[in-house]
Structure formats: C-alpha cells, structure tokens
C-alpha cells in the first residue's frame, strides 16, 4: 500500500487526508557523511523510520501519510567538508512550520516528526517549534495541526537504539551506516566502508568544551563511531527501534485511533 504523499496524484492525496490520519514529516539534512555514507544519509533513515512507523500503524488500523522530507537543516558541525548545505535557524523553523500549516490547511490534525538530523542545534529548533503546536490553540492558525517529536536523543528513546548512539560518536558510524544498508543498501560504498578505522571523538566532551565542527575536534573524512561493524542486521533492529518510538508516541498521544480500530 502506498502511504508517501509524492507518489500519489490529487484525488489519491484527497482520499488519504482524512480526519483521522496521521501524518509522518520526515526531517533530515544535506551533509557529509564520511567518505562512504551518501549526504542523503538523513534523509534516508528519516524516511525509513516513518515507513516503518507507518506500516506499523497500519496495521492497528491507524490511517497514515507520509509527506516529503525536509532535506535541509542546520549542519554546522560539518563544516569544511564539501557537500554541506546548511540552513539558518530560523529559515528552518519557517520552513517546518509552513508545510505544518500546509498540512491543516488540507485537513491534517495530528503530525508526528520523525528527524533523524541529531545535530543539537537542529533539534533545538524543532523543539522549540513543535510547542507552537503541541495543543488546541497553541498556533494562531486555527487550523494548525497538533505536533508531536519523539526525540530520539531524550533518554526514554535514546536507550533504545544501541551504545553507540548513546555514546554520541554516532556520525555516520555502525549505528547510522548499519540503518543505511537496511534501508538502502546500493547506496553504501562498502569498499571505503570496510576498511574505515574507529573514530573515538569524544563528542559530547567535546561540545561541552565549546568546540563545534567536526574539524576542530581533528576528524578528517566527516565521520565517528565504528563503520566497518555496520550490517544490515542491526540496521532492521535500529529501523524496528526507530518505528517503535512514533507507534508508542502516537498510541500514547491519540489513544482514539486505536479504540476506532
């Protein structure tokens, strides 16, 4: 069955907006990801996410559409590496926002994000943004959609999906590589993948001390983690994981769809 919004024609899109649906806004990036990773990279484990997700809800009988992805965001870590396309804070908040307000326009009353960009300024901006939409008149636009983030670098969900990306050296290493070869797997440039050696950044010391690019830190290839210990394997159980945090956050937040079901 076919959930993603840019595949369908107008009468499809008109079928699927009903009142009840709900509707996954995959949010990923335009950056360097190592020498063997794709800059779609987020984008691509965005979209797997809500494809699970929305499988999933599915299946429990909860009607799904999964718009197009936001491919740009705030990439400033990336810095000094080609390929990166970075957006500025506020271009960012607008830019969600008014496919948001798109959504209600068309009749769309729940939004769930699945972003998959962990950069924390990046999240920072959607946090901040999804609080103009969390509840009933939040938004002045009286048909703003209610919003919800399950943010996967909070504790409940970050947990979940393995210790290296609870050990933040996570930029395109076993955790992200791995969801890749799961979800597309011709993109990954398995010679480079191999041979890459563990890149130990220290990353959240290294945040905490104020540095902010990946070149300062002294990475040369836009890359941390373990890359060669990548498999597809733990990238459907990543993917599973992944999945798990919209379905619990939308069987949590809109019991209803389920009881209907």
Not at 62 to 70: D, L, R, T
Not at 78 to 89: D, K, N, Q, V
Not at 189 to 216: C, H, N
Request: aromatic fraction near 6%; glycine fraction near 8%.
């Amino acid at each position: 069955m076919n959930y993603e919004l840019a595949h369908m024609t107008w009468p499809e899109a008109k079928a699927a907006f009903d009142a009840n649906s709900v509707v996954i806004l995959p949010v990923g990036s335009t950056e360097p990801h190592g020498p063997h990773l794709c800059l779609d990279t987020d984008v691509t484990i965005a979209l797997a996410q809500a494809r699970a997700a929305a499988a999933r809800l599915v299946g429990e009988g909860v009607a799904c559409v999964i718009a197009p992805p936001v491919a740009y965001g705030l990439t400033n870590f990336t810095e000094g590496f080609a390929g990166r396309l970075t957006i500025r804070p506020g271009t960012l908040f607008s830019l969600v926002e008014d496919i948001l307000l798109a959504l209600g326009q068309e009749g769309c009353k729940r939004v769930v994000l699945s972003n998959a960009h962990l950069e924390p300024a990046h999240i920072k901006v959607l946090r901040s943004l999804v609080l103009d939409f969390e509840g009933e008149g939040c938004h002045p636009d009286t048909t703003a959609p209610r919003v919800i983030f399950p943010d996967n670098t909070r504790r409940r969900w970050a947990g979940t999906l393995g210790e290296e990306f609870q050990s933040g050296e996570c930029h395109a290493g076993s955790y992200e590589a791995s969801i890749v070869l799961a979800a597309d797997p011709e993109s990954v440039r398995l010679d480079r993948l191999r041979e890459l050696p563990a890149v130990d950044l220290d990353l959240i010391k290294s945040m905490q001390a104020g540095i902010s690019t990946f070149v300062q830190m002294g990475s040369e290839n836009a890359y941390n983690g373990n890359p060669a210990a990548a498999s597809a394997k733990e990238g459907h159980e990543r993917i599973d994981a992944l999945a798990d945090m919209i379905f619990i956050s939308v069987r949590e937040t809109w019991p209803e769809l389920f009881g209907s079901a």
